[in-house]
């Protein structure tokens, strides 16, 4: 269990982002440590080895005012009793500081320092050694660099414990500062979670990051959508259930009276059949908007078509088999890019709304025409119409109004749902008005760019 805690812990975004930041900002104040140190050393050497040569032009001086050599390696000595001088004459005297004899032999057994000419690491300490030619005789000194080590070992202590300080004190911070960031990114996990065990609510929409606030905004609108889909397909299987089932309903009331009466009163049987065969059929329509219903639009912008002539041959059909008189005025060729199917069923199921809810001795008048506005087809009858608070509703499925759902017209109520939904995938805008004196206007407006 704990194994598993510290796992999650180290999975999230806190913890990870401090743990880069971190190891950034320790790189980083190693990089410019290393790099301090490597100028302190370079600065200590540069200040001995002056020193070095301030004693060279000491003992130039001093040699050109004084006698000889034992007095002036004195005067040194006791500057600085830490040093030594080593003076070579070329005729093979030599003359020593009183260190001389102790630093020098332990100098030529030191190491010596890479990259650091004269500096030797010796039993005596840290030297740096350094010979010049002074009035033709060798003078060699030694000047002890102990001080200086000490120093720049102290610059280092100093400032590796300040950069450990910062980089400890800055993870801290890290964490702290990330912790609160994260702390939106949390929020959204569990928001999401709640929605996810069927919470009714949405994503919080933070100000910043916009990154977040994007995501947020995106995950809401996709979580309505997806509320509305979910609400659309709720209802519509509802509906469906209900309307396959009252046509079931009739058919297994009639096979049943056929096997109650069929015997005995045989006369009962043609009725049953007449209805059992409508009601099939009702059944076999129903099922097919069903299906064309939840057809996925496929490569709907496939083909350029004749539209006009589509239309026509639909008009030209619905003449033979409709009572009223079919008025057609089309303009052909009008050329449109999409499926001969949608165009038919467009056509198609307003003629035949327009030819059911019509008296038989009236007119149906088609127009299809191209106009500044766009691509229009309307239809036009003179049956009983539709009142104006019903004029939006008798696009959804399954809704019918209410006198032709008492009446004895057949009807599923998903013909307009079917055309609106074709029309939809085109941008089309469709639209139903009054036709004077009486009747209805549907209208279906193509864009032009069509
Ligand atoms: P259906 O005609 O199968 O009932 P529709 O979806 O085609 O289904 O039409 C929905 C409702 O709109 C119809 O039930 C009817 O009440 C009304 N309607 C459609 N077209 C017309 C029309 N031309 N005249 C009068 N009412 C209509």
């Given at each position: 269990?704990?194994?598993?805690?510290?796992?999650?812990?180290?999975?999230?975004?806190?913890?990870?982002?401090?743990?880069?930041?971190?190891?950034?900002?320790?790189?980083?104040?190693?990089?410019?440590?290393?790099?301090?140190?490597?100028?302190?050393?370079?600065?200590?050497?540069?200040?001995?080895?002056?020193?070095?040569?301030?004693?060279?032009?000491?003992?130039?001086?001093?040699?050109?005012?004084?006698?000889?050599?034992?007095?002036?390696?004195?005067a040194y000595v006791s500057a600085d009793e830490e040093s030594a001088l080593r003076v070579e004459q070329a005729d093979g005297h030599r003359y020593d500081s009183e260190e001389a004899s102790t630093v020098f032999p332990a100098l030529a057994a030191g190491r010596i320092i890479p990259l650091l000419e004269g500096v030797i690491l010796s039993e005596e300490g840290v030297y740096f050694s350094k010979t010049e030619?002074?009035?033709?005789?060798?003078?060699?000194?030694?000047?002890?660099?102990?001080?200086?080590?000490?120093?720049?070992?102290?610059?280092?202590?100093?400032?590796?414990?300040?950069?450990?300080?910062?980089?400890?004190?800055?993870?801290?911070?890290?964490?702290?500062?990330?912790?609160?960031?994260?702390?939106?990114?949390?929020?959204?996990?569990?928001?999401?979670?709640?929605?996810?065990?069927?919470?009714?609510?949405?994503?919080?929409?933070?100000?910043?990051?916009?990154?977040?606030?994007?995501?947020?905004?995106?995950?809401?609108?996709?979580?309505?959508?997806?509320?509305?889909?979910?609400?659309?397909?709720?209802?519509?299987?509802?509906?469906?259930?209900?309307?396959?089932?009252?046509?079931?309903?009739?058919?297994?009331?009639?096979?049943?009276?056929?096997?109650?009466?069929?015997?005995?009163?045989?006369?009962?049987?043609?009725?049953?059949?007449?209805?059992?065969?409508?009601?099939?059929?009702?059944?076999?329509?129903?099922?097919?908007?069903?299906?064309?219903?939840?057809?996925?639009?496929?490569?709907?912008?496939?083909?350029?078509?004749?539209?006009?002539?589509?239309?026509?041959?639909?008009?030209?059909?619905?003449?033979?088999?409709?009572?009223?008189?079919?008025?057609?005025?089309?303009?052909?060729?009008?050329?449109?890019?999409?499926?001969?199917?949608?165009?038919?069923?467009?056509?198609?199921?307003?003629?035949?709304?327009?030819?059911?809810?019509?008296?038989?001795?009236?007119?149906?008048?088609?127009?299809?025409?191209?106009?500044?506005?766009?691509?229009?087809?309307?239809?036009?009858?003179?049956?009983?119409?539709?009142?104006?608070?019903?004029?939006?509703?008798?696009?959804?499925?399954?809704?019918?109004?209410?006198?032709?759902?008492?009446?004895?017209?057949?009807?599923?109520?998903?013909?307009?749902?079917?055309?609106?939904?074709?029309?939809?995938?085109?941008?089309?805008?469709?639209?139903?008005?009054?036709?004077?004196?009486?009747?209805?206007?549907?209208?279906?407006?193509?864009?032009?760019?069509?």
């Amino acid at each position: 269990m704990r194994n598993k805690e510290k796992t999650i812990r180290g999975n999230t975004a806190q913890f990870q982002l401090t743990r880069q930041f971190s190891l950034l900002l320790g790189a980083v104040m190693l990089f410019f440590n290393l790099v301090f140190i490597l100028l302190s050393i370079g600065f200590l050497y540069e200040r001995i080895e002056d020193q070095a040569d301030h004693v060279f032009e000491a003992i130039e001086k001093g040699h050109a005012a004084v006698s000889g050599w034992p007095s002036l390696i004195d005067a040194y000595v006791s500057a600085d009793e830490e040093s030594a001088l080593r003076v070579e004459q070329a005729d093979g005297h030599r003359y020593d500081s009183e260190e001389a004899s102790t630093v020098f032999p332990a100098l030529a057994a030191g190491r010596i320092i890479p990259l650091l000419e004269g500096v030797i690491l010796s039993e005596e300490g840290v030297y740096f050694s350094k010979t010049e030619k002074i009035n033709g005789d060798q003078v060699t000194v030694a000047l002890n660099a102990e001080a200086s080590v000490e120093l720049a070992y102290g610059l280092l202590l100093i400032s590796s414990l300040l950069n450990l300080a910062a980089v400890v004190i800055g993870s801290v911070l890290i964490y702290w500062r990330v912790g609160k960031w994260s702390r939106k990114l949390t929020l959204m996990a569990q928001e999401i979670a709640a929605i996810e065990s069927g919470g009714s609510g949405e994503l919080t929409v933070v100000r910043e990051p916009v990154e977040i606030q994007a995501v947020a905004v995106s995950f809401n609108q996709l979580l309505k959508e997806q509320r509305e889909t979910i609400a659309r397909e709720k209802r519509f299987i509802a509906d469906a259930s209900h309307e396959l089932r009252t046509p079931l309903a009739a058919i297994r009331g009639h096979v049943k009276l056929i096997q109650r009466r069929g015997t005995a009163h045989p006369e009962v049987i043609p009725s049953s059949l007449s209805f059992i065969d409508k009601e099939s059929k009702r059944l076999e329509v129903l099922s097919n908007q069903l299906l064309d219903l939840e057809k996925q639009p496929i490569n709907t912008m496939a083909q350029t078509l004749d539209v006009g002539q589509l239309i026509r041959e639909v008009c030209e059909k619905q003449a033979v088999v409709s009572p009223q008189t079919i008025d057609y005025v089309i303009e052909e060729p009008l050329l449109m890019k999409g499926s001969k199917i949608d165009f038919q069923q467009i056509a198609q199921n307003l003629l035949e709304n327009a030819a059911k809810y019509a008296p038989s001795d009236s007119t149906i008048y088609v127009r299809f025409c191209q106009k500044n506005t766009g691509i229009w087809l309307t239809v036009t009858d003179q049956g009983m119409g539709i009142p104006d608070d019903q004029k939006e509703r008798i696009f959804d499925r399954f809704y019918r109004v209410e006198n032709s759902r008492s009446s004895d017209i057949a009807g599923s109520g998903i013909g307009l749902s079917l055309v609106k939904q074709i029309a939809d995938q085109y941008q089309a805008q469709i639209s139903v008005t009054d036709n004077q004196p009486k009747g209805s206007v549907f209208a279906v407006c193509f864009p032009a760019s069509q």
